[in-house]
């Protein structure tokens, strides 16, 4: 389905054929959408899945709106990354706020998780170690496999800046997990 | 779904890339992929169903919700400026005041709820002070 098919372009389009075309294309979505969630929050299920459905419903508020210009999968980016911050933000000020409380620090919900465990989360801290824009950077470029330029879309940056941060965080991502060698065996013991 | 990509080689992934990074990309691609049981797509798929139906408000959310917003927005929008909520973000490594911190609340939580983005974007920028480094 293309995005202007979705977004009703070219034709009126009724709010109920609207929903439908919104329903397909988050079924389509729906697990690509949790899964950069989920790598930009640091292996965190049920925070990624609210983001993802809020991501969702603005962008089927926000679909009258959308005009073509980007492509849907980067428009749709751009709404899932901001979501994100907005997530980042809010767990910023609750854990400002929990210093001063007993609160109960919150763990990343294991539930799904397959494979290597150890590897998985020293992968994770590795990247959460990256500066935000870093991150998203090497996540959208070279684990979700967008473009630079559509990357450079989706954070509001120039593809020069996308280019540094892909390169300074791979650079980073490369010293720290150095160890895991030509055949990524897991972690030591 | 057939979405148009950028088909200039030096903008795709992985083409600058030598075999050992190529090598730690596979690795992250591969791990740090959460997947999904049917059970958990199906319960998402449920649950982003119940709150298109309610447009985008939980289930029994009341619409005073937004009437509320709005309000809070406009105060908000009042006392920034004006320094009641404790003057300047906060400086990188500086602690945020209180009034921020409610700010940041309303800001999240409630202001997201306004269908215009004008008074969320003049808030979203003192909100960035928050950014998680």
Same mark, same amino acid.
Do not use: M, N
């Given at each position: 389905m293309t995005s202007a098919a979705i977004a009703g372009a070219g034709a009126p389009v009724g709010e109920r054929e609207r929903l439908e075309r919104f329903r397909a294309f988050a079924s389509e979505f729906q697990e690509p959408a949790v899964r950069l969630a989920w790598r930009l929050l640091g292996g965190d299920r049920a925070a990624a899945e609210d983001v993802a459905q809020e991501a969702f419903l603005r962008a089927y508020r926000g679909l009258a709106g959308?005009?073509?210009?980007?492509s849907l999968r980067t428009w749709f980016h751009r709404i899932l990354v901001r979501e994100v911050h907005r997530h980042r933000r809010w767990q910023a000020v609750r854990k400002i706020w929990a210093t001063s409380s007993t609160s109960e620090i919150e763990l990343p919900d294991p539930r799904g998780r397959t494979g290597d465990p150890q590897l998985r989360d020293r992968l994770l801290a590795a990247l959460g170690r990256l500066s935000p824009r870093q991150r998203e950077a090497v996540v959208l470029v070279h +684990?979700?496999? +967008?473009?630079v330029n559509e990357t450079a879309e989706v954070l509001g940056t120039a593809p020069g800046t996308i280019k540094t941060h892909v390169h300074r965080g791979l650079k980073a991502l490369r010293e720290e997990l150095a160890d895991l060698g030509p055949e990524p065996a897991g972690v030591s013991p | 779904m057939s979405e148009h990509r950028d088909p200039r080689p030096d903008l795709r992934?992985?083409?600058?890339?030598?075999a050992a990074d190529r090598r730690l990309v596979e690795t992250l691609r591969e791990e740090l992929d959460p997947g999904f049981t049917p059970a958990q797509r199906a319960a998402f798929s449920q649950r982003l169903e119940e709150r298109l139906a309610h447009r985008g408000r939980a289930?029994?959310?009341?619409?005073?919700l937004a009437a509320s917003a709005a309000v809070a927005a406009l105060a908000l929008w009042l006392a920034v400026p004006a320094g009641?909520?404790?003057?300047?973000p906060p400086a990188p490594g500086e602690a945020a005041s209180p009034g921020l911190l409610a700010f940041a609340y309303y800001e999240t939580d409630?202001?997201?709820?306004?269908?215009?983005d004008a008074l969320s974007e003049e808030f979203e920028a003192i909100a960035s002070a928050f950014e998680v480094p």
């Open positions: 959308f005009r073509g210009e980007a +684990l979700e496999q +967008l473009t | 992934r992985g083409d600058e890339l030598d289930p029994g959310q009341p619409l005073v009641w909520l404790g003057g300047a409630y202001l997201d709820a306004l269908p215009d």
